[in-house]
């Protein structure tokens, strides 16, 4: 009874207050051939000893041992068992958001730390207390450009992530914006010819992301320029955050929409993830989402408040600036406490591993015959090939080998089939892309 604890006695009592004669009666909607009439075929019963063993051999079916050169906007990354130990405290654990914000003082000075991290990390002036993941933080950001610039038109990089992009469109869609999108150079990087031959006069942003979905590094003081020469505001996505230890921060962009999932949070599936928006002060007003603040109380101590929430819980609806979730508060606080643990020449150190083993990589593999680099511009821990052969041909075969192999990037682009997007962390070691550049070759030789 540890987890129902409630009687048979007050159980019967519930049935009989909603004119239930029996358990059998909460499913008297489902049809007779879809109910269950025998046990699931389960092992057991199991002792735990016997469960945690039953479970470690069904791990080292699948992804124990395997090397994943997988990133496309979500990254393998070292974490610290201090993270978890930390976040598992039972303060942290069990709230999910601050409601009654002022009396969760731990919460709001954990929130604000978070907020002066990522200040420090984008060059921006003002960060909120985090969002729902980067894709929303994006389309939010761009949602916020358009509330300053009063102008409904939107300049898309074709380079930002493509779910990035469809989540933008499917705000955008009855909120009366238009989105268009201009493509990329060689290099990778968003064609600035072809802005620059925009009418930019009514534009409300020009969004981009550094590094963009192919990896590569824009360039986005010059982005800046063209933008505010015509009124319009620059958006600068960022998918992963690590590379802001090397990278020079977006301070030229007025709004940075960030997914902070690389600072101490597992893959996890793809989530739970969280996102965070940076700005200048004078946009912070049209900023959604939660601002914690430091004040002093009637005492002079120390303390920290909510200074600003524009959710329509907290404030009149058609004032609110957004509806989404405001506050991912644990993942916030795994992010930084993760940056904490790093400091500042951790964090650096960690980039030019990811930008040293990335280049290893990027050697190694051009040395196979058939696969070259594409979108030559200057990237980070991510680059795109061509290869000889279908994508998804080749990680067939590298899965017999445990390798989980390059993006397949037609999953986004159809006519792509031979591209593929191959990223390297810090996580990996020489010898993990030794072992991939081996495989490779063996595959492409091997004609099969």
């Known amino acids: 009874m540890r987890y129902l604890p409630k009687s048979p006695a007050e159980r019967w009592q519930m049935l009989a207050a909603i004119g239930a004669e029996s358990p059998g009666d909460l499913i008297r909607s489902i049809p007779e051939e879809y109910r269950l009439r025998e046990p699931l075929s389960l092992p057991g019963p199991l002792s735990e000893a016997e469960i945690i063993r039953y479970f470690q051999e069904r791990a080292s079916e699948t992804a124990q041992g ?12 070292f974490r610290s068992v201090v993270t978890d130990a930390l976040t598992q405290r039972g303060e942290f654990f069990t709230s999910y958001t601050p409601y009654q914000a002022e009396i969760s003082q731990g919460t709001l000075a954990a929130i604000f730390e978070f907020q002066t991290l990522m200040c420090q990390l984008t060059g921006q002036e003002v960060a909120n207390a985090s969002m729902y993941d980067g894709s929303t933080a994006l389309a939010e950001s761009v949602l916020m450009a358009a509330r300053i610039s009063r102008r409904r038109r939107v300049v898309l990089a074709s380079s930002v992530h493509p779910e990035y992009r469809h989540v933008l469109r499917t705000y955008a869609k009855n909120l009366g914006l238009k989105v268009e999108e201009i493509g990329c150079t060689e290099t990778g990087q ?36 063209t933008a505010h020469a015509s009124g319009a505001l620059l958006v600068v996505g960022i998918a992963e955050a690590a590379s802001l230890g090397i990278v020079r921060p977006p301070s ?48 002079g101590h120390r303390g920290f408040v909510l200074t600003l929430a524009t959710r329509e819980q907290h404030i009149r609806r058609e004032k609110a600036t957004s509806n989404i979730c405001t506050n991912e508060a644990l993942c916030a606080l795994s992010a930084t406490i993760h940056l904490c643990l790093l400091g500042k020449e951790g ?102």
């Not at 395997?66 to 990354?77: K, L, N, Q």
């Not at 620059?196 to 010059?222: C, H, T, W």
């Not at 390297?424 to 993990?432: L, N």
Request: charged share 25%; proline share 6%.
């Open 66 to 77: 395997f090397s994943s050169f997988v990133g496309a906007g979500a990254y393998r990354h």
């Open 347 to 448: 964090l650096r150190e960690l980039a030019l591993q990811n930008l040293a083993k990335a280049r290893y990589a990027q050697s190694e593999l051009g040395k196979i015959p058939g696969v070259r680099r594409v979108w030559g511009g200057p990237a980070f821990n991510e680059f795109a090939c061509d290869f000889p052969r279908q994508v998804r041909a080749i990680n067939k075969k590298l899965l017999g080998e445990k390798i989980i192999g390059p993006f397949p990037l037609d999953t986004y682009f159809p006519e792509l089939s031979q591209r593929g997007l191959v990223c390297v962390t810090e996580a990996m070691t020489r010898a993990e892309i030794d072992r991939f550049a081996a495989a490779l070759r063996r595959i492409l030789e091997s004609g099969e």
């Open 190 to 225: 968003m064609d600035f010819s072809a802005l620059k031959g925009r009418n930019l006069a009514d534009a409300a942003a020009i969004v981009v992301q550094s590094p963009n979905f192919y990896g590569v590094i824009e360039d986005i003081p010059e982005l800046a320029e």
């Open 252 to 299: 030229d962009a007025d709004i940075v929409a960030m997914e902070i999932q690389s600072f101490g949070l597992p893959l996890s599936y793809g989530g739970p993830y969280a996102g965070v928006i940076a700005t200048r002060e004078k946009f912070v007003r049209q900023m959604p989402g939660r601002l914690a603040g430091q004040t002093t109380d009637a005492e």
